[in-house]
């Protein structure tokens, strides 16, 4: 069979370009099934403090949530 295709060295190039179209296109066909659609976790956080200004509430809610988590 060796012999076969080292004699004819362009019939085995002819088969291989001809194997690889066919894998190549049976690639390009397959669902792409392996990637599901994610959504990276997320946290929402919402703190009231009335009557407080920023700098108060970024010093005193804020960094304990932060710690926390």
Not at 18 to 31: C, E, K, R, V, W
Request: proline content about 9%.
């Amino acid at each position: 069979m060796a012999r076969f295709f080292i004699d004819r060295p362009v019939f085995a190039w002819v088969i291989s370009i001809l194997i690889m179209g066919i894998g190549l296109l049976s690639i390009l066909t397959l669902p792409i099934a392996q990637y599901p659609q994610i959504a990276p976790p997320s946290v929402s956080v919402q703190a009231a403090y009335p009557g407080a200004s920023a700098e108060t509430v970024a010093n005193t809610v804020t960094q304990i949530i932060e710690q926390q988590m």
